[in-house]
């Protein structure tokens, strides 16, 4: 096990790079930053030139892959490091230099247990993209087909162990300074952070991540996944089928193609609230580079690495929150967050829907243009200091893929207005949710799987008190007052009556 010493001298090196791109300046500015911490990253900074604008994603890269995984993690929570920090932070995709091909072809037969002559007709030594955790090459298979072949970086998953271990010993460190710190629940952070990376590192999940998508996805017509090689997947490599599309993020190419980028803006929201609202099972890393344009105008999304998951409950909650905001009714909006216990009970109602009608009224009904994202979020992240609210582990991917289907959609169509565009799906399903069919049908099923279980609860109470048996009842046994004798006397005395017992069988016996 690391002793604190090595992370201390670990977290040292890594401030040190950290304060010489200045990416430490806005915790340092912080009013909520302890002084004790502030001063540790003035020392951090000494002699060295602090550019005056930070340049966090450059920094993560200088420190190493893991260190890019939590950039990319740490840019879902402008609450944790602000909204500036969090913006610069997205440039961490695929931003890591590509591993020698040598060392990719070795992994590419140690996984396959095959030449790559053998497994696959032609493939290119030049990657397509190159990331934190693997990088991916463009291949043909013997069979014809054009295919991506993803395979993870050398020695990643030793790289991210360790720099995980000092990442909970840092987060464990800060939360026990309390106030701000434990509020934000840092360890589970990282916790759910190392559950991320954990997926990433076998292959194999993140393949059958995809299959199960494409199956969700079936009834949403401009959305597809591309088809998994399970001849050629393995822990440590994937392949699939190869999308000849057109990144989102090229929107010049996009409207030299003919797209019609507002209808592919609408496309990425509405499935993702599939994903989100009707399925439960999202995609969580929807940024323009996961995202392509086919031809014939659908979108095909790649990289399922990371995937959410929340329950129908959670998702009932989300969709009455957002139909809440999008229809002005703060009041309901209010009344779930009691209820789902977002907000500490001894708040007090009135006090929060007013809050909420501060944040939400300035923006509603705006076009994505109009808003002013930095003023939401000081809004909802004063509100959340002010009631108390605790960080929610589950729904941190939520909440980071949410920003980052907004920002894909305001790319593509500046003039979107993501309340029009989520409204009808948003209102259609809490109707077939909460509806009275819905109602009925959810009595019906949890009925008759409480009748189904009567012969086992039948069996259990049976098996309790069975049933009389041949033999004679026991004939009732008169009171005997119990003499209570303190101390070590009363287990003595027992033990002198139990061998007196004793002996009076044996010697009836003999």
């Known amino acids: 096990m690391t002793t604190s010493v090595v992370h201390a001298l670990r977290l040292a090196r890594w401030g040190r790079t950290l304060a010489r791109h200045g990416a430490l300046m806005g915790i340092e500015r912080d009013p909520n930053t302890p002084a004790t911490i502030r001063?540790?990253?003035?020392?951090?900074?000494?002699?060295?030139?602090?550019?005056?604008?930070?340049?966090?994603?450059?920094?993560?890269?200088?420190?190493?892959?893991?260190?890019?995984?939590?950039?990319?993690?740490?840019?879902?929570?402008?609450?944790?490091?602000?909204?500036?920090?969090?913006?610069?932070?997205?440039?961490?995709?695929?931003?890591?230099?590509?591993?020698?091909f040598a060392l990719v072809r070795a992994e590419i037969e140690r996984s396959l247990e095959k030449s790559i002559e053998q497994a696959y007709a032609a493939f290119d030594p030049e990657p397509v993209g190159a990331a934190s955790i693997a990088q991916v090459h463009r291949a043909t298979t013997h069979e014809g087909r054009d295919v991506a072949v993803k395979v993870l970086r050398p020695g990643i998953e030793e790289d991210l162990a360790k720099a995980i271990e000092?990442?909970?010993?840092?987060?464990?460190?800060?939360?026990?300074?309390?106030?701000?710190?434990?509020?934000?629940?840092?360890?589970?952070?990282?916790?759910?952070?190392?559950?991320?990376?954990?997926?990433?590192?076998?292959?194999?999940?993140?393949?059958?991540?995809?299959?199960?998508?494409?199956?969700?996805?079936?009834?949403?017509?401009?959305?597809?996944?591309?088809?998994?090689?399970?001849?050629?997947?393995?822990?440590?490599?994937m392949t699939l089928e190869w999308v000849p599309g057109i990144k989102l993020s090229d929107r010049t190419a996009l409207i030299a193609a003919g797209h019609d980028t507002h209808a592919l803006a609408a496309i990425v929201v509405r499935s993702f609230l599939r994903q989100a609202i009707a399925d439960g099972f999202f995609h969580a890393d929807l940024h323009q580079g996961n995202l392509f344009a086919l031809p014939d105008g659908r979108i095909a999304a790649i990289d399922f690495g990371i995937m959410g998951r929340i329950n129908r409950q959670a998702r009932l909650w989300l969709a009455e929150i957002l139909h809440g905001l999008l229809t002005g009714n703060y009041a309901r909006v209010a009344e779930i967050h009691f209820e789902a216990g977002y907000v500490p009970a001894h708040h007090n109602l009135a006090e929060f829907t007013t809050a909420l009608r501060a944040v939400g009224e300035p923006i509603r009904g705006l076009p994505v243009k109009d808003v002013s994202i930095g003023q939401m979020l000081d809004g909802l992240f004063a509100i959340t200091r002010d009631f108390d609210m605790e960080t929610q582990p589950h729904l941190l991917l939520l909440q980071k893929t949410m920003v980052m289907v907004e920002g894909v959609a305001s790319m593509l169509d500046p003039d979107i207005n993501m309340w029009e565009v989520s409204g009808p799906f948003v209102k259609e399903w809490l109707r077939d949710e909460l509806g009275p069919e819905a109602w009925l049908a959810d009595r019906l099923t949890e009925d008759l799987r409480t009748l189904a279980r009567l012969?086992?609860?039948?069996?259990?109470?049976?098996?309790?008190?069975?049933?009389?048996?041949?033999?004679?009842?026991?004939?009732?046994?008169?009171?005997?007052?119990?003499?209570?004798?303190?101390?070590?006397?009363?287990?003595?005395?027992?033990?002198?009556?139990?061998?007196?017992?004793?002996?009076?069988?044996?010697?009836?016996?003999g």
């Open 455 to 509: 012969p086992e609860l039948v069996r259990r109470i049976e098996a309790r008190y069975p049933a009389p048996g041949a033999a004679p009842p026991p004939p009732p046994l008169r009171e005997v007052q119990v003499v209570r004798i303190g101390g070590g006397w009363r287990y003595a005395v027992v033990a002198v009556l139990a061998g007196l017992l004793g002996a009076g069988i044996a010697y009836l016996l």
């Open 39 to 100: 001063r540790l990253f003035r020392v951090l900074r000494i002699g060295a030139r602090v550019p005056a604008r930070p340049n966090y994603a450059d920094a993560f890269q200088a420190i190493g892959p893991a260190a890019i995984k939590l950039g990319q993690a740490l840019a879902t929570r402008p609450d944790l490091v602000g909204e500036e920090a969090a913006r610069d932070l997205t440039r961490l995709q695929d931003a890591v230099p590509p591993a020698p």
């Open 166 to 237: 000092t990442y909970e010993w840092a987060a464990a460190q800060a939360e026990a300074i309390g106030g701000e710190f434990s509020r934000l629940k840092p360890r589970l952070v990282i916790a759910h952070f190392r559950q991320w990376t954990s997926r990433e590192l076998d292959l194999r999940r993140e393949a059958a991540s995809a299959s199960e998508l494409a199956e969700n996805m079936a009834a949403e017509p401009g959305f597809t996944v591309p088809q998994i090689d399970w001849s050629r997947t393995t822990r440590r490599v």
